[in-house]
């Protein structure tokens, strides 16, 4: 039996592609970390809407712009295991790539197009600064600008719970294709039923509300075992002799230890039935 690919892939970004939560990092900086870290994973767990938690978090904080530029970099020294290596593949075998995030766009949008996300393919939550804080009369110089502190965030689809299908359906506008999205939360699972295939992300953090209702889901720490079910095992052909060889082989040995779970018995049937064939050609 045939699998089939999955054109659009979305990717959410903390705890998905980073082992970390942005505003976690930038509450660490502050000396608010387990504050935040609390109404983080209520909102991610789905026991508080995020609408109802995103504005506390930034005003617990008030980080400075510097501050939050550093996320970036706090991203990529904590990338998931073989992210860069799946976005790569999937790319190669023709897949378009999207990064939708309830992190801050400026850190979410630089991490994604490290990865090598195309910037446009990136949304994540703008913010505006105080332009008079500090020595407000110096704005012009670098200095100054990296002392504007927070003063808001605009409110809008990835700012609340349920608002990250509206992205999606933005991003695909009239493009064919299935679709599937990746990720660890709550708002991540509501947006499922805009895509073809909605997989829980568990590498990180185990979500249970996102594990027992994900029609798949990866717990293993690395993101290999995406690739079986985005591109579809039989990909694996494309790839030989490629730079992308290995990472599908690894997805394959980490799915022969059970990296994958199912929710949907059709689904796992389906997938049982494509991954054998391909399996045990390659024996």
């Not at 999207?98 to 939550?125: D, H, M, Q, T, W």
Request: aromatic share 10%.
């Amino acid at each position: 039996m045939r699998w089939p690919p999955y054109k659009h892939v979305f990717f959410d970004c903390d705890s998905t592609l980073s082992t970390i939560e942005g505003i976690d990092a930038l509450a660490e900086t502050a000396g608010k970390k387990w504050r935040v870290e609390v109404l983080t994973n209520a909102a991610m767990d789905g026991k508080l809407n995020l609408e109802d938690v995103y504005a506390k978090r930034l005003q617990a904080v008030r980080p400075t712009h510097e501050q939050i530029r550093q996320i970036r970099r706090a991203y990529k020294q904590n990338i998931v295991a073989d992210a860069q290596a799946v976005i790569a593949a999937l790319q190669y075998l023709g897949h378009h790539v999207y990064i939708i995030s309830g992190g801050l766009a400026e850190p979410v949008k630089e991490f994604g197009v490290y990865l090598g996300v195309p910037k446009e393919n990136i949304r994540a939550v703008h913010v505006d600064y105080d332009q008079f804080a500090g020595e407000w009369w110096y704005a012009d110089t670098d200095f100054q600008k990296s002392k504007k502190r927070y003063m808001d965030y605009k409110e809008g689809a990835l700012t609340v719970s349920d608002g990250k299908a509206q992205i999606v359906k933005e991003l695909l506008g009239t493009q064919n294709g299935r679709s599937l999205l990746i990720g660890d939360g709550s708002s991540d699972l509501l947006a499922g039923h805009t895509v073809d295939l909605f997989v829980g992300f568990g590498g990180v953090v185990q979500r249970e509300r996102v594990k027992a209702e994900s029609p798949a889901f990866i717990h293993t720490p690395s993101l290999a075992p995406l690739l079986l079910l985005a591109a579809g095992p039989a990909a694996i052909r494309q790839v030989i002799n490629t730079p992308h060889e290995a990472v599908f082989q690894k997805a394959f040995t980490l799915t022969n230890t059970g990296a994958i779970d199912f929710n949907h018995e059709r689904l796992k049937e389906k997938f049982q039935q494509a991954y054998q064939t391909v399996y045990s050609r390659a024996d």
